[in-house]
């Protein structure tokens, strides 16, 4: 048998901080996971997100550090209509998140923007264009 992709993780400064990102993004996560060092969440399809501690990465391999000079990561949430990446961004810049690229059209069809998580990682919103 062969490995089977299953679970995306993200290391965390602020668990909780993180946690609320996500959950403005639709994400069922429980208010008492903010204070555990590893939470996962079920996606559609069967994948799963995990966020874990720098502390709890450091458990098992004293020798980690963050990655510099950006992100490594990124996340795309689909949203039902361009009207909705207008509306989250705007929801989520307007909670003090760091929005990186306004909402625009993309040549590919899409309605896009790009939001920076509370540790750097690209987010990004999109929906077809009419």
């Known amino acids: ?5 299953n679970v995306i993780g993200i ?3 602020d668990m909780a901080r993180s946690l609320a990102f996500y959950r403005r993004l639709g994400l069922d996560l429980p208010a008492e996971a903010d204070t555990e060092p590893h939470v996962e969440a079920a996606l559609p399809g069967g994948l799963r997100l995990a966020w874990d501690t720098a502390d709890t990465i450091r458990a098992f391999d004293p020798g980690w550090t963050p990655p510099s000079g950006g992100a490594r990561v990124g996340l795309a949430f689909a ?3 361009p009207g909705e990446v207008d ?3 705007a929801q989520l810049v307007d909670a003090g998140y760091d929005g990186h690229l306004k909402p625009w059209d993309a040549f590919w069809g899409q309605r896009y923007a790009t939001l920076r ?3 750097g990682n690209s987010v990004d919103l999109f929906a077809p264009l009419a």
């Open 79 to 81: 949203c039902a209509d």
């Open 87 to 89: 509306q989250v961004y």
């Open 11 to 13: 290391v965390v400064a």
């Open 1 to 5: 048998m062969a490995p089977t992709f």
């Open 117 to 119: 998580d509370p540790d």
